[in-house]
Each structure stands twice: as C-alpha cells, then as structure tokens.
C-alpha cells in the first residue's frame, strides 16, 4: 500500500463511451503524474501536475482530459477512445523537494 | 538528452542463484537514481533510491544497487533469489522537484 488508490481497478469502455479515472493520494504530496503502460511500449509519462497547475502534456490526444481539483486528487477524463488506448494507466505522486514517484496500483482499461 | 536503458529485455535466473539487473543513464547533472519493481496488473513499487552519499544502496526485499558515477551505471543486485522476485524491473532517473524518466523494464524469469 503505497497512499496512492485508484479507481475503478478495470474498466471497459466503447468507443463512444465516456467514463472517468480517479486518483487520490493523501500523503501530502504536491506533484501527481499519468503514466500510460502498455504492451508493446515502454511506461509513458501522459501528464503531470505541481500544485494542481499542470505543468507538463506529452502530446498526449485531447481524448484524454487531465483534471486536477486539488493537490490531492487528480482525475483522467475519457471520451471517443480507440482501441489501441487499452492499457494500464497509472497514477503516482511526488513531495515536494523530493524526487520518487509513489504509484498506486493503476487502472486496467480496455476498449472495445 | 536524459535518457535510461535497460539492456536486458528478459533475463532468467534459477532459484537461489545472483541476481544483477543493468542500468545505465544518460543525464546532465548528478541524478537521482531509482529502482522499481512491478508484479503484473499492479502498480510500480519504489525498491531502493540514490540520492547522495554512499554509492552501495540497500533497498527492501534483499536488493542492493551500486551507483558508478564514471560508468553511468546503477546495477540492481541479489544475492539470492526467490520465486516471488520474479516481477519486471525499472530503472529510473530523476532530480528534485522534476519528473523521472524510467527505462523500459527488464523482466526477470525464475526457474525452479
């Protein structure tokens, strides 16, 4: 148990689906990340949040949607996904003046 | 350009027997240094961090890394294996305050 929950665990969802991932971390940490992980492709840092300012976007499609209320909560907006977005996406955060990520345990998304 | 590779896609050990994992990093400045650990379908756990100080690093589970400034490289070791460390591997870098960069995981294989 790293602090870092996430839900749902699994989610599948169609193409014209619109649905939400959760992220909470309550240990007071300032940074929090999405990461995208699959199959054929190395962890892949999506977006990442510093004091609910998002401070980085790697490219990542508008069909995702990053949403970070406060430092303690961040949120993964779906909609019109493709197939080729399953994957395992994981959420993590960092303190401040600190460099680890801590990881929750992500969420299993398939699309059909 | 920050970069870690991991040269090891796969690697197959039997049990008991040494473990090392290479790592090396491409970074401008004197980084952070992570490893982590992930069992399928879960999320990434922190297994040891360089920081500064002593470049022998003990982390949980047994593992131990080396930080060897004049080869860029950050070896994970075990001396002795069990059936349960067979999980994928990541190296990470990183520095204060910033995002890390992991490698692409090598996945370690345990024979009886």
């Known amino acids: 148990e790293t602090g870092v929950t996430q839900t749902p665990r699994h989610l599948v969802m169609g193409m014209t689906n619109k649905k939400s991932l959760k992220c909470e971390q309550h240990l007071g940490h300032n940074a929090m990340y999405w990461y995208k992980q699959s199959a054929k492709k190395p962890l892949e840092l999506m977006f990442v949040y510093n004091f609910k300012e998002q401070t980085e976007n790697n490219s990542v499609p508008s069909r995702f949607s990053p949403e970070c209320p406060n430092s303690s909560h961040l949120f993964l907006h779906l909609h019109t996904l493709q197939p080729e977005d399953s994957a395992l996406y994981l959420c993590?955060?960092?303190?401040?003046?600190?460099?680890?990520?801590?990881f929750g345990q992500g969420t299993r998304l398939t699309v059909v | 350009a920050q970069s870690v590779t991991q040269p090891d896609i796969h690697i197959t050990v039997s049990e008991g027997a040494s473990l090392e994992l290479r790592c090396n990093y491409s970074?401008?400045?004197?980084?952070?240094l992570f490893w982590y650990v992930q069992s399928p379908g879960q999320g990434l756990q922190l297994l040891l961090k360089?920081?500064?100080?002593?470049?022998l690093v003990q982390g949980i589970k047994g593992f131990e890394a080396e930080f060897k400034r004049s080869q860029s490289s950050f070896n994970l070791r075990k001396p002795s294996v069990h059936w349960s460390d067979a999980a994928e591997y990541f190296c990470a870098v990183g520095e204060r305050d910033d995002k890390i960069i992991f490698g692409k995981g090598t996945r370690l294989h345990i024979l009886p």
């Open positions: 970074y401008g400045a004197t980084p952070y």
């Open positions: 993590a955060s960092s303190p401040l003046g600190g460099a680890e990520a801590f």
């Open positions: 360089y920081f500064s100080g002593d470049t």
